[in-house]
């Protein structure tokens, strides 16, 4: 019943018990305190650990019981270190999976064993890498397929046995198409619907999948 609130000055933690927030901060004196002040996304996974992604400092996890958290960074020698140190959204899917998606170093699977992560982004030469690396949201439907929204780069269905990608894109000639290539947001409704917040030109228009 603990509510998380971030911001870009840290992030909060509010108990609504006693109505009050406790804040953690970036220290650069203390390597266990918060990576990083601008928070773009906080997420709790299956076994109750909470991760919480920054805008400049990666992705941090939280030690409840040492009141700590664990850095993963983009590190250049490290080629299963995290892609980029902009994160943008965490998600978690049914198989408990962490997903997290980077400003510019596309979409990274979090291997718990290893500690490390598997990378998918753009590639030019491959029709069935995904469509972009500025990933903006992340969702797992009804059916378990791993949805990917990006800037500017529509929508991307993750086919997990194949380890590839099938993209939807934004068609002028098409009103049938994604109404914008940006995909902000996804939700499944209680009918299987599939809802898409999307940017751009058609701002503030949901689309429907």
């Known amino acids: 019943n603990t509510i998380w609130v971030g911001t870009k000055n840290g992030l909060n933690r509010y108990n609504p018990n006693t109505k009050n927030f406790d804040r953690f901060h970036y220290h650069q004196a203390d390597p266990n305190s918060l990576s990083n002040n601008h928070i773009t996304s906080i997420v709790e996974d299956s076994q109750g650990l909470l991760w919480i992604g920054t805008a400049g400092g990666g992705l941090n996890s939280y030690d409840r019981k040492l009141n700590r958290f664990n850095h993963f960074k983009h590190d250049k020698d490290s080629p299963n270190s995290l892609s980029d140190n902009i994160v943008r959204t965490i998600f978690v899917d049914s198989k408990g999976i962490l997903w997290v998606g980077t400003q510019n170093g596309g979409l990274n699977k979090f291997d718990s064993n290893s500690g490390g992560f598997q990378h998918f982004k753009y590639n030019k030469s491959d029709p069935y890498s995904i469509s972009g690396d500025n ?40 009103r049938y198409s994604l109404s914008s290539d940006t995909i902000m947001s996804i939700y499944e409704d209680n009918q299987g619907v599939l809802w898409l917040g999307s940017q751009g030109d058609a701002a503030a228009r949901i689309g429907v999948l």
């Open 135 to 174: 990933i903006t949201s992340i969702y797992e439907d009804s059916n378990e397929v791993l949805l990917v929204g990006t800037l500017s780069q529509g929508l991307n269905r993750f086919d997990r046995k194949q380890q590839r990608f099938t993209h939807l894109r934004h068609n002028t000639g098409d």
